[in-house]
């Protein structure tokens, strides 16, 4: 966390539920691309991006190297995200779970809509080399 000299007008819980808020409201890929596109510099999203990217390959279980020789996400990157699979606050599961059920949900052209769910996979420290 950063520490600041003087305290914020706003506290800080009531800002991050205003963000939650904010990020809720938008209901297109193009309307939260354009917002995390101005929110975050290049390289904050970079590491956004980066984070999300590995997270199939850590439930699937592939070794930590593996996942870097396909992704080019460096090693201390996935163990972090393994990490917060495994002991966070349930985020990541949660996103991946609405975007699978949005993803089986979408109607395809021509063919009657399914349901999938998505079932939480254990997840495991893997190689770390």
Do not use: N
């Amino acid at each position: 966390m950063k520490k600041r000299s003087i305290e914020p007008e706003t506290p800080i819980a009531r800002a991050e539920e205003s963000l939650c808020r904010a990020l809720l409201s938008l209901d297109s890929v193009a309307g939260m691309r354009a917002f995390l596109r101005d929110l975050c510099t290049p390289s904050e999203l970079e590491a956004l991006t980066d984070r999300w990217r590995v997270v199939p390959y850590i439930l699937k279980e592939m070794p930590y190297r593996e996942i870097h020789d396909r992704t080019a996400v460096s090693i201390p990157t996935i163990g972090r995200v393994a990490r917060f699979l495994s002991q966070g606050s349930g985020g990541y599961l949660a996103a991946l779970s609405q975007a699978e059920l949005a993803k089986a949900t979408k109607p395809k052209k021509g063919s009657p809509s399914r349901s999938r769910s998505l079932k939480p996979h254990a997840v495991s420290r893997g190689e770390r080399a």
